[in-house]
């Protein structure tokens, strides 16, 4: 394999390995939430109907405990008694991403920081 070969594939394997670390911590960090939830017996569903959009879009992302897409998202938050519209949800989630609160993982999936 020539040189360029080789440092495309090991750039590939890390992106990959990057994806399946992030999800982890996305794992992790909405087991922690669920428990903490769960320890004070509260339900998320009247929680994200009180919080405000970006602050309820970062709750569903860390509880879900996976990256999810726009429409999984909004579909939580309508769950949780919200109403919510796409447009609304993708530009509070580019907003999140410039703000460092949510990370793209790949094309249409985010998850919380």
Known sequence: MARAELIAE?????AEQEL?????IA?????EARLASLKEGVAIGG??????RTDAIVAVLRLAGVTLSPT???EALVEAGRTERMGLITGT??????????????RGRYLAV
């Open 93 to 106: 989630l580019d907003y999140l991403c410039k703000k460092g609160r949510v990370q793209k993982v790949s």
């Open 27 to 31: 794992t992790y960090r909405g087991i």
């Open 47 to 52: 929680e994200l109907a009180e919080l405000g």
């Open 72 to 74: 999984e998202i909004m």
């Open 20 to 24: 399946v670390i992030a999800e982890g």
């Open 10 to 14: 090991a750039e590939r394997e890390l």
